[in-house]
C-alpha cells in the first residue's frame, strides 16, 4: 500500500501563487506516475498535472502555462506549483499515484486525502 499526504492548500487571491506539496510513503517502489486531480463543488474530479518517475510530465489543457508538476524521486514527494490563479481554479486538490505499468489515462490507484484551494475575485 501507498499513502499520500498533501499540505499546502489555502486561500489567495485571483493572480496569486500557491504550491501545493505531497508525500508519499509505504510501498513507494510499487508506483510510477505521480500526480495531481481536483474537484470544484458540484463537479466531476478533474486531473490536472502528473509526472512520471523520469519526469515526463502532462496537464489538463485549462492550467497549461499557469501550473507546473515537479518530484524529488530521492525524497518521495512531487509538488504542483500553481500561478495566476483564478477562481475557476478554486477546488479541493487531490494527490494521486498509479502503479507500475499503469498511465495517467486511467484511473490512479492511490488518493491522498484532499487539500482545499480557494482563489477569492
Known amino acids: 500500500q501507498v499513502q499520500l499526504v498533501e499540505s499546502g492548500g489555502g486561500l489567495v487571491q485571483a493572480g496569486g501563487s500557491l504550491r501545493l506539496s505531497c508525500a508519499a510513503s509505504g510501498n513507494i517502489f510499487s508506483i510510477n506516475t505521480m500526480g495531481w486531480y481536483r474537484q470544484a463543488p458540484g463537479k466531476q474530479r478533474e486531473l490536472v498535472a502528473a509526472i512520471t518517475r523520469a519526469g515526463t510530465t502532462n496537464y489538463a489543457d485549462s492550467v497549461k502555462g499557469r501550473f507546473a508538476t515537479s518530484r524529488v524521486n530521492a525524497k518521495n514527494t512531487v509538488y504542483l506549483q500553481m500561478n495566476s490563479l483564478k477562481p475557476e481554479d478554486t477546488a479541493v486538490y487531490y494527490c494521486?499515484?498509479?502503479?507500475?505499468?499503469?498511465?495517467?489515462?486511467?484511473?490512479?490507484?492511490?488518493w491522498g486525502q484532499g487539500t482545499q484551494v480557494t482563489v477569492s475575485s
Open positions: 494521486t499515484a498509479w502503479g507500475l505499468g499503469r498511465s495517467s489515462a486511467s484511473g490512479p490507484d492511490y
